[in-house]
């Protein structure tokens, strides 16, 4: 395809888009990376099947999970309790294993306090519930914001705290990871736990905006 | 079990508690985060530092240091860890945002005080 055809078909969007996978030169870490890799498995301390092993552990993590479990504790009063009374052990009674063994508290949202998560130092996500952070919580710009200026970081999401709700930032530092627990939105009293689970979208548990009843995960 | 319980029932059996097997904190205790700048991998961020806080919670059990892990030693030390509550006001005077707004975070005793 000629330059320009894709220029003509998608009006404005004219600028060149590398292949995925065949991009620019590796940077110095991506080839530390895989320098580090190659030595362990030539030297026989890791398997190549260790890895893709890892992957997989990984790929098996997604937001859907944090979603099954906000939305069991949405219906089930006893297993919420357990949940913010320890989270890493009521997510293992789910079967989601802390397979990075880091422990989770889970924050819950209510009419008094709205919490928000970040990790200041790097990028501690809790990983074993909701897969790999998105790309902008690893930012520096989100990253020292969450806890400067909150509630502007959130209106730029459209949440909007009223002064009245205290905004509550947990900055995760080492072996605590969090859990938002969103208020279940009005009007869905009589949908079932899968149905609530659809509502529940990744931002929500990051606390970056609340779960609407009418918008679910794409 | 690891706060002020343990020494309880230790107490009712007899039991003497070796130094720094209790946390040196409680929930509500106040405490500064220490105002130090050592060389590396320290999991205290800096905007928190000197700043005065309330323990919320004592985090159970004892955590392995892995500021100390990070160094290679793999003492396999463990430290007691708390929750520590810090009103926003505390940590930025010219917070734009309501006086009740606060951070939570998780810091090793080594790096509180008692104020």
Known sequence: MEPHDHESTHGAHDH???????????????????ALRELLIERKLVDPAEFRRQIEVLDSRTPALGAKVVARAWVDPAFRERLLANGRAACEECGISSYDETELIVLENTDKVHNLIVCTLCSCYPRPVLGLPPDWYKLKA????????????????????????EVRVSDSTALVRYLVLPKRPEGTEHFTEEELASLVTRDAMIGVIPVTANQGST | MWGKDLRVIADKAGVVLALGEEPTFHEGDKVRVLNRSPIGHYRVPRYLRGKEALIESVIEPRALDNEEEAYGRNAGSKRHYYRIAV?????????????????????FESWLERR
């Open chain 1, 16 to 34: 060149p888009h590398a292949e995925p996978g065949a991009s620019e030169r590796p940077g110095y870490y991506d080839m530390m990376e895989t």
């Open chain 1, 142 to 165: 989100y990253r020292s914001r969450a806890v400067i200026e909150p509630r502007t970081l959130l209106a730029e999401f459209g949440t909007v705290i009223p002064d009245s709700v």
């Open chain 2, 87 to 107: 009103p926003m006001t505390e940590i930025w005077p010219n917070y734009a945002g309501s006086k009740n707004d606060g951070l939570r975070i998780e810091v």
